[in-house]
């Protein structure tokens, strides 16, 4: 994945770009982080992860960090790298989990594109492709399928065998469910970020971090 690329994407939006896990949890951001932390509600954790849900990490990670997100949302192109970034630090005690939140015309297509992608194990390089070519194919009110899916394709989708299956019932209720969660849990905007359970107000890519970092070393 082209980094230079999505981290200018960051950096346009106004989000801190990041290098080599360079983020300390500093006193100020730890107690804010506590402070958060202690009044913040958890929710019903069978909103947050469905059993369907694509997930990297290892099902027992003391830390679940949840985004609902859209493949055409440019904010959730930006932060992508961040998530990659907190995958890569904490390869065994974080597990993130992908939550469809379809805002945007042409996202419902995306997201089956993914979960094709996913029958044929090509879920991770096809959402990467995706987002670093995001602005070719996701033009608000008329976003471009057709460059989509040659963006899947040159990823290593076969094509013919996911126009198919993208309309497999399983991927529809996958769909689904994800959107009545999103408004079971009132999602409004995306990405959404759930920490072990509990919604991440007001983040940046610095905090975001931050925050993962203080739930590995408290867990």
Known sequence: MNRRTLLIGASALGLAAFGGGAFFLNRERQAEAEAVAAATPAVDPALLVRPHSPSFGPEDAPVTLVEFFDPSCEACRAYHPVVEEIRRMFPDQVRIVFRYTLFHEGSDEAARILEAARMQNKFEPVLDALFEEQPGWAVHGSPEMDVAWEIAANAGLDVERAETDKLFPGITGTLNQD????????????????????????????SLIADV???VENA
């Open 179 to 206: 959107m009545a969660d999103v408004e079971a849990l009132g999602i409004r905007q995306t990405p959404t970020f759930f920490l072990n359970g509990k919604r991440l107000e007001n983040f940046s890519a610095e």
């Open 213 to 215: 970092r203080f739930a």
